[in-house]
């Protein structure tokens, strides 16, 4: 079976995430849920914090390419990004908060 389940995997191929403008409430939550879906589905192309970072970060576009520039700039200048402190601040800043 486990032969079977790990053939499965390879063969699942998910839709790339929508890209993301900024648009608050259930278009942020369904972006972070693709983003995780990714994340989980296929753990050996994002090992590292860095690469789920910049996974979510390649499908932003408009404000939040702006937003997520620190983000950008703390991998260019090799220092280290964690992927739930990224999750979180996007959360505060996209989530509807009631």
Known sequence: MDTLNARL????LLAKPQPFDGTRGAAAKAFVSQIGLHAITYPERFP???SKVLFAVS???DYTATWS?????KV???????F?????????SFFDHY
């Open 48 to 50: 590292t914090n860095t």
């Open 76 to 82: 260019f200048n090799r220092k280290p990004v964690v």
């Open 9 to 12: 995997d390879k063969m699942m």
């Open 84 to 92: 739930n402190d990224f999750l979180n601040d996007f959360k505060s």
């Open 69 to 73: 520039q620190p983000y950008l700039d």
């Open 59 to 61: 499908f932003m576009k």
